[in-house]
């Protein structure tokens, strides 16, 4: 990775639906597929629980910017499209705590599925315990079951997306934009959530390159 990249870059939301709605390009760099591949096969051959604690923060001291160089054009169901996506969910989480854990609350409350049991969280979720999920998911790809962990994500997303969806028909009448941007983020979490099950069973197929 280069070395330019020193510190945490801020995404905004419309940085992330930007990326994330992107269309992927016609041929993923094969840089980016063998960099996942040997990051992967360097945790699950090191016994050292630092290695898994350094790669957990790597966007904090380094910057988003220095995955994105990397992986963020590759495929969404793709090895290092669910990487990256993992870490972006992660960067955009600590960067509003608050505004999220409200979110993700919501969506657990209003929620009809085992999502609120598939992502984790402790109850109830405040900012502490959305940072502390965030963690969790992104080490869990490292250091439990590769699939379980992108499942947690996909729940992740959807119960963020009913959050945004819960909260843009209270505003609809009074704030219509502000409902439209809310509902359009919630149809891009809802959109990453299926890519998180696919790559998800892409993995468990052995499949996921």
Known sequence: MSDQFHKPTQFSGAKFESLEGGEDPAHTSRVAHDTAQALLGRVQDSRDP???????TFADEH????IAELWAQSSPRSLPGALWRIYLLRTLIRQDPD???FLFQRGSDAATTIDPVVAGATVPTGPDEIMALADQILRGLFEGDFAVALERAAAFCR???????SLADDVESTFPE???????????????????TACARLWRSGSLD
Request: glycine share 8%.
């Open 50 to 56: 630092g290695v898994v604690d350094r790669l957990v």
């Open 63 to 66: 910057g988003i910017d220095a």
């Open 99 to 101: 505004t999220i854990s």
């Open 159 to 165: 119960l963020l997306s009913a959050g945004n969806t």
């Open 178 to 196: 502000r409902a439209t941007d809310l509902t359009t983020r919630a149809l891009r979490l809802s959109q990453t959530a299926a890519e998180f």
